[in-house]
């Protein structure tokens, strides 16, 4: 009792001083919380992003209801008629009825408009469970108006804050030169980004009278399948004489899959990031922890030779360290979360506009916190228990001596510099055999962890080289002092190394993707103006542009969904868009990649097919490899070329024209190109008079290309702010880092001004100190940057997206970061050097014997 | 007799009861109701700019068996008290309602589109047996092909829910509900005269008449047919009991909600009885009709005889939705009816969009027989 009562008093008193310890420094507190901090922030950021929009996924949910168990629709995009939906409420099954449509506000924007049978859609989400969002006579939304078909839109409140710039505030919003009242109800509704009107709106709004995007079917009963259900669905829509070979079943429960699986990569590339920043985080927040170390050295001597024990002085430190990694992750998650609620809204447009996927509002989960909290303290402890236990262990009298342990840092930078190496030799072996993405970031993460590795030891190397070079007297102290500090400095040097190489990687990806994406709309636009009516429109379409004199040609493209099956394993069925067009289209827009000898008399023959580089990659499917489509069965096809495409996603496959009018597939074009002689605005107000068309189904090529390079620039944009935070984190470690060395540093440099170096001097000499280190951990990021941007364009993307990319080298990009280095490190330097010249001279001296 | 929550905590909204199909609701619109809910929010909050019921007006038929759009709120509502071969008792319930959401003149529409309406369906079937009550609820809103009601031949529906006559007046007829665990399908045939509740068919919901309904009924329904229950189908046959009722004008503010009788006794006499709970027991309003085969009938109410009518719980029930009354003590002195009713299944919350209690009911005492009790506020 009485060894337990002493122990607890020697832990309390050992916590106490250690309390004082930071009282009186409180910088290195400080900085030990800002690397938890930041580290635990852009994890959890990344995190709670990633993790909600893995959730939309698998809830997708009818707007203003419950996920539906499947939706119905036409196979080839086309509408279906809503006697359908009548068909299938009257025999009694749960459905809603909706529409999907753009439109085009009076600036030319499009917007997209969702629509159901908003009874419909509330009381099946209230029949689902009991805790649903509403019943249809408890609902806080104006049904009377919308259901008299009153021009009126809901909007969610958060997606209103979002567009209240764009729409300067304004209590309506003007859609096919109808005005719209906003209604604006909660976000629990789930409406997310979509505007939502009632079906006696839309229907005539969209020009859709009569028509239907799709039906979303509930179920109750679980024990029925999938198939089973579509079965019933169909024999009913037989029974009331509607043919039900043209339309489309979709089960809830595959789409959410084929949505994970599409955006994985998206994903995982977001989890690879925040680690990435979250390692950066934890370089500073260890150089803090060691530094506070360091300084306390003598103290733990000298509290050791006082009695008490090593235990309760490790003890006592690992509780130090607990309390700050807590202290840390909580301050880290709240901003985490606020960084979640900023990323997302940019996550959720590149999700949208890339994959078609909604994201809904989701909500934080406690394990989340639990999760940083146990992986920060992991990391914490396996990087600090080393240093704790052999500063602990360090005889007493030895301690005492306060020996730079230069010799001791020697030996590590040169182990680091070996496992670097060995590392690197294993990721260029491993690299060589990869074929999956996966795979490939894995080996990214080896070889981001072994480029810092070999840093300190360089630096050293290039110290020694210079050595003999410098002149006799002040500059031979500064080089020697340099390899002093080459060590405290090193973790900085290796977060700050780690971040520029991260952001030379992907700029230098980003960059070659535009410069490529750019090249590819180039070569793939030929024509001037793009249309895609309602199919229904089609035939008017095309007698409308034979009429017209200065239409110079039109071109067709045909589209329907469809699934490729490997004609030696027909287990594997894999989602495709079935393409066609005309022969002029395909020889003169389709950038190959490669092609068979032989190839365009056998597509012309309708022997072969081209397939999309995705399509390719993703599937490992190659030239000669034979394949089989669902529409065509029975008919077998070579693949004769893989061609490039940017701008999808999803495999793509393209047969002849002259195949596709043979195969039962439907024979009108889903969109047409035109090249005209005229003025184009003319030729888009004619089609908008004539065929009542709005101008949202109209792209000139211009528009095309410059909506492809925003949406392109939107894609990107998370990832590059996620790299700009990762630069900043570790602009902030090296700040902190040189802030401390050089208050270190104080008495070292008050003794020079008092051997008789000029103040002058002495600023120019702890400058150039630090520039030379930060310079050189520039230049070290250089290659091994081009080496990660290379990986990251040549393996990890083409493997994950199936995108071909000519890497290109952007130096302003590099040196904006080598800027932002050298600025911080500047910043650094200077700061604590004008504080110090503040001081009296003595005082400064003192800071040794303090 | 139909209710919607006539709860305490939003009584301020709507309160649909019914009274052998009477819905009143309360005048009051000085606080929005806290839980934005019910009817309150479609419809407008008051009755302006809806028809009025009005004392003296002829009901014409068939044409009164079809809608009225014009008022807020009207229902379609069968009871039965049915055997099955086997010789259990069941009960079956099926009620349409409609509901103008806005009054006739405030759409303006143009007809381009069926989907556009102001007219708003809600459907209510349930079947309770002395151990299961299986309930369901069905909404949609007025479109000629999802939910409607068409006067030749006469046709309530809602989707697949429907009451189908093979004329314009409303028997013979089949009934057809059909929901995921049960369903039914019932033959009604009826010979006998409509019978008009209140003053031929203008029904007061107060003392004061400030509120009232058009409403009439046909006690006197026989019926055949199935009934499946979790996918085991039987015959059944029994007695069934139809309420109409429209109405723009609703519950008083003080009015809390209802107990409510259809009664079918031994001596080929129905009883149609009701209690309108004030806030203490000297502001309930009482209403009744003896009524016989022949189209014949007597109303009594509590303004002209103050008590003739005694209505006394006798038995209590905790339930999901809350405390319920489930055995009554009944007695009309100037009809010699002296009697006790008992549920048949204590259970019968419809926990629907608007919760109520509403089941099959035993009767004993100076009279036998079998009847409908519905139970209003009590949640």
Redesign the interface.
């Known amino acids: 009792m009485t060894s337990l009562s002493s122990t607890t008093s020697r832990l309390v008193l050992c916590l106490r001083l250690f309390a004082s310890h930071y009282r009186h420094a409180p910088l290195q507190a400080s900085a030990i919380l800002l690397g938890i901090m930041l580290a635990v922030t852009l994890l959890i950021g990344v995190y709670a992003t990633n993790e909600n929009a893995k959730q939309s996924y698998g809830n997708v949910s009818e707007l203003l209801s419950k996920q539906a168990r499947l939706t119905l629709s036409h196979q080839t995009q086309d509408t279906i008629d809503e006697?359908i939906y009548?068909a299938l409420?009257?025999?009694?099954f749960d459905t809603i009825a909706s529409i999907e449509g753009i439109a085009t506000d009076e600036q030319g924007r499009l917007w997209r408009l969702s629509s159901s049978?908003i009874?419909?859609a509330?009381?099946n989400g209230?029949?689902q469970d009991a805790q649903s969002t509403g019943?249809?006579?408890?609902?806080?939304i104006?049904?009377?108006e919308l259901?008299?078909?009153q021009a009126k839109v809901l909007m969610s409140q958060s997606q209103r804050d979002r567009i209240n710039k764009v729409t300067n505030q304004s209590q309506t919003i003007t859609l096919n030169k109808l005005a719209l009242d906003i209604i604006t109800i909660d976000d629990h509704w789930g409406l997310g980004s979509a505007l939502l009107a009632?079906?006696?709106l839309a229907?005539?709004l969209l020009n859709m009278?009569g028509k239907l995007s799709y039906i979303a079917v509930f179920s109750?009963?679980n024990a029925q399948t999938d198939n089973q259900l579509i079965a019933r669905l169909t024999d009913t829509l037989t029974q009331a004489g509607i043919d039900a070979s043209q339309l489309h079943f979709s089960t809830q429960s595959s789409e959410g899959e084929s949505l994970n699986a599409l955006t994985a990569s998206f994903h995982l590339n977001l989890d690879a990031m925040s680690m990435l920043a979250f390692v950066v985080g934890l370089f500073i927040a260890y150089n803090g922890v060691r530094y506070s170390l360091m300084k306390r050295q003598k103290l733990f001597v000298q509290i050791m030779q006082q009695g008490l024990d090593r235990h309760s002085v490790m003890l006592a430190l690992s509780i130090e360290l607990i309390l700050l990694v807590f202290i840390g992750c909580v301050l880290g998650f709240i901003v985490g979360l606020q960084l979640s609620q900023w990323l997302q809204p940019m996550v959720a447009i590149t999700l949208e506009q890339l994959y078609g996927a909604k994201l809904l509002p989701g909500n934080w989960q406690w394990h989340w916190f639990v999760q940083a909290l146990v992986l920060t303290l992991s990391a914490a402890f396996a990087a600090c228990i080393p240093m704790l236990i052999s500063l602990v262990n360090t005889p007493l009298a030895q301690g005492a001596q306060k020996k730079p342990q230069n010799k001791q840092f020697n030996i590590i930078h040169r182990r680091q510099f070996v496992i670097a190496v060995l590392l690197l030799l294993l990721c260029t072996l491993a690299f060589t055999l990869t074929t999956q993405y996966r795979h490939s970031l894995a080996l990214l993460g080896i070889l981001v962890v072994a480029i810092p590795l070999l840093l300190p030891q360089c630096l050293h190397w290039v110290v020694n080289f210079l050595t003999p070079f410098m002149p006799k007297g002040l500059w031979q102290y500064v080089i020697a002092e340099t390899k002093e500090i080459i060590a405290p400095l090193a973790l900085a040097m290796m977060a700050i190394l780690l971040a520029l190489c991260a952001n030379i990687a992907m700029n230098t990806l980003v960059g070659s993707f535009e410069v490529t994406l750019k090249k590819w709309l180039d070569a793939r636009l030929h024509a001037d103006l793009y249309i895609r009516p309602n199919p229904n429109q089609i035939d008017a379409l095309v007698l409308l542009l034979a009429n017209d004199t200065k239409v110079d040609a039109v071109y067709e493209q045909w589209t329907v969904d469809s699934q490729l099956n490997r004609a030696e394993t027909p287990q594997t069925l894999i989602p495709v868009h079935l393409v066609s067009r005309d022969h002029i289209s395909l020889t003169d827009t389709t950038v190959f990649k490669t092609t068979t000898d032989d190839f365009w008399p056998t597509f012309t023959a309708g022997q072969s097919v081209m397939i999309s580089e995705p399509l390719s990659i993703k599937y490992h499917l190659n030239l000669g490899d034979k394949v089989e489509l669902s529409q065509l069965k029975e008919h077998t096809l070579t693949i004769g070329a893989i061609y490039y495409d940017y701008g999808n996603p999803k495999g793509e496959v393209i047969m002849s024209q002259p195949l596709w009018q043979q195969s039962p597939l439907p024979a009108k074009p889903i969109s047409l190109a035109v090249t005209y002689q005229g003025e184009l605005t003319t030729l888009q107000n004619n089609i908008s008079q004539q065929l009542n068309l709005s101008s949202a189904y109209m792209y000139s090529q211009q528009r095309i290309k410059t909506e492809a390079i925003t949406i392109f620039n939107k894609t990107f944009s998370i990832t590059v702010v996620l790299n700009s935070l990762t630069l900043l984190v570790a602009a902030i470690g090296l700040f902190s880092a040189c802030v401390m060395l050089t208050q270190a540093r104080q008495a070292p440099l008050a003794r020079l001004y008092a051997l008789g170096v000029s103040r002058n001097q002495l600023r120019i000499m702890v400058i150039v100190q630090m520039l030379f280190i930060v310079i050189l951990t520039c230049l070290v990021a250089l290659p091994t940057g081009a080496l990660l941007g290379y990986l990251l364009i040549h393996k990890v993307t083409l493997q994950a997206f199936g995108w071909s990319i000519a890497m290109i080298w952007d130096w302003a990009a590099y040196i904006q970061v080598v800027v932002i280095a050298v600025v911080s490190c500047l910043l650094a330097v200077c700061l604590p050097l004008y504080w110090q010249t503040r001081k009296p001279l003595i005082s400064s001296l003192q800071q040794e014997v303090l | 007799m139909i209710l919607f929550t006539a709860n305490k905590v939003y009584k301020q909204g709507l309160v649909i009861i019914g009274l052998s199909l009477l819905l009143l609701a309360c005048t009051q619109a000085d606080t929005p109701p806290k839980k934005t809910n019910t009817i309150s929010t479609m419809s407008a909050q008051s009755s302006d700019g809806y028809s009025e019921v009005i004392k003296g007006k002829t009901l014409q038929f068939p044409q009164d068996h079809s809608a009225h759009n014009d008022f807020k709120i009207e229902w379609w509502y069968l009871t039965a008290n049915l055997t099955t071969a086997k010789g259990e008792d069941v009960g079956v319930q099926w009620t349409q309602f409609r509901i103008g959401m806005t009054p006739p003149d405030v759409l303006q529409t143009a007809n381009d589109n069926a989907w556009k309406t102001n007219q708003l369906y809600m459907a209510h079937a349930a079947i309770t047996s002395p151990n299961e009550h299986l309930i369901a609820e069905k909404w949609s809103r007025g479109h000629p092909k999802l939910a409607s009601v068409n006067p030749s031949p006469f046709q309530v529906r809602l989707q697949n829910w429907q009451w189908l006559s093979q004329s314009n007046e409303l028997f013979p007829a089949q009934l057809s509900v059909h929901h995921n665990n049960f369903r039914y399908q019932l033959q009604l045939t009826s010979q006998q005269p409509l019978q008009l509740q209140g003053d031929k068919g203008f029904s007061s919901k107060s003392a004061d008449q400030a509120v009232a309904s058009y409403y009439y009924s046909q006690p006197f329904i026989d019926v055949t047919g199935e009934i499946t229950r979790h996918g085991v189908t039987e015959k059944v046959s029994g007695k069934a009991w139809l309420d109409r009722e429209w109405s723009s004008q609703f519950l008083t503010k003080a009015q809390q909600g209802w107990d409510w009788f259809s009664l079918r006794l031994n001596d080929d006499s129905t009883l149609m009885v009701f209690r309108l709970r004030g806030k203490t027991e000297q502001d309930h309003f009482y209403s009744a009709r003896r009524m016989y085969a022949n189209g014949s009938g007597r109303n009594i109410n509590s303004r002209d005889n103050p008590n003739d009518i005694e209505m006394q719980p006798t038995q209590w029930q905790q339930t999901a939705l809350g405390k319920h009354p489930i055995a009554w003590r009944i007695r009309i002195n100037s009809e010699a009816i002296n009697i006790t009713t008992q549920a048949s299944n204590p259970n019968s919350d419809m926990l629907v969009s608007t919760p109520y209690w509403e089941g099959p009911i035993t009767i004993d005492g100076t009279h036998q027989g079998k009847g409908y009790m519905e139970l209003t506020g009590y949640n």
């Open positions: 006697s009548f409420a009257n025999a009694g049978d009874i419909a509330i009381s209230a029949k019943s249809v006579i408890s609902v806080n104006p049904l009377a259901l008299s078909g009632d079906i006696s229907q005539p009278q109750a009963d």
